[in-house]
């Protein structure tokens, strides 16, 4: 009945009923951050990869988008009709801690990232440090690429996999026990982890350089990547207990919007086949 196209490396055969389904354009990708696999390319493969990605749009009889940031860039950058366009959302990598009752009282920040530079760990660090001045039975759990830590109130847990039960297991105490989720990247297309922090029942603080307020809606706050105030502020923010807890239940709330079936009922809506009634599937974000 139709194709749905994740990404736009391919060109599919011409006829076909399809939609297509990504988290950035390539155009945007270039202007926000130095990714490595496009900077090796030369200003005539990245035309042709431009060209590609339009004719797909083009050809497409939906383009759906991960975030609202996304469906601007196809919109303005790639002259896509707005009534093509859909914000679809993304699901979670792996199923949420379910939030059980937990003690607000004491401010604990989780970060999440393999990528500690783009991920933007040492200006988190910063703030933490600044946090404790003010608030100083603050705690910060860090997972992924980070370096070696040496701070107070810091506690660092190196890479934890999703393939290893025991991995899982400790991830998952780490989103039950935190009162907020920090990561304002400095490039951050969606960030899947927000989801997960959401449907743990925790706001996010996110950046605002890419689509991480589509991810986080309500339930959190974003800021720009570059203001160690702004982390610095929002950090405070949720060091509130009333703060934390009342923005980690609308953060709950909307991750039941972004689910996998919920995602997959809005491609299918915007597929739009012939003679399916699609008025029971999910709308768009």
């Known amino acids: 009945d139709g194709i749905i196209q994740r990404g736009s490396e391919l060109r599919l055969t011409a006829g076909r009923r399809i939609v297509s389904f990504e988290d950035s354009t390539v155009i945007q990708a270039r202007r926000s951050y ?3 696999h496009l900077g090796g390319l030369g200003e005539r493969d990245f035309e042709r990869y431009v060209a590609r990605q339009r004719a ?34 993304f699901g979670p990598n792996h199923e949420p801690a379910a939030p059980e009752p937990r003690d607000w009282s004491t401010p604990r920040f989780l970060f999440v990232g393999v990528d500690w530079q783009r991920k933007n760990g040492a200006a988190i660090l910063d703030a ?8 100083p039975e603050a705690e910060l759990d860090v997972v992924g690429g980070h370096p ?5 109130g810091v506690r660092g847990h190196g890479r934890l996999s999703l393939a290893q039960s025991a991995d899982r297991e400790q991830m998952a105490g780490l989103f039950r026990r935190a009162t907020a989720f920090v990561m304002p990247s400095l490039h951050e297309p969606a960030g899947l982890v927000y989801i997960e922090a959401a449907g743990s029942g925790i706001a996010s ?5 890419g689509g991480a307020a589509t991810m986080i809606g309500p339930g959190g706050i974003v800021v720009d ?6 982390i610095l502020a929002a950090m405070l923010e949720l060091a509130d207990p009333g703060t934390a807890k009342r923005l980690g239940a609308l953060a709950h709330r909307y991750s039941r919007l972004l689910t996998w079936p919920m995602v997959a009922e809005r491609l299918v809506r915007a597929m739009a086949i012939p003679g399916v009634d699609s008025s029971g599937l999910a709308e768009f974000l």
């Open 34 to 36: 130095p990714w490595e």
């Open 56 to 89: 797909l749009y083009g050809s497409a009889v939906a383009c759906c988008c991960s975030t609202q940031w996304m469906a601007e860039s196809v919109i303005g950058d790639y002259g896509v009709p707005a009534e093509k366009v859909f914000v679809v959302g």
């Open 128 to 135: 933490f440090a600044h946090v404790r001045e003010r608030v």
């Open 148 to 152: 070696r830590i040496d701070q107070q």
């Open 205 to 209: 603080i996110g950046s605002t350089d």
């Open 225 to 230: 990547p570059r203001d160690p105030d702004a």
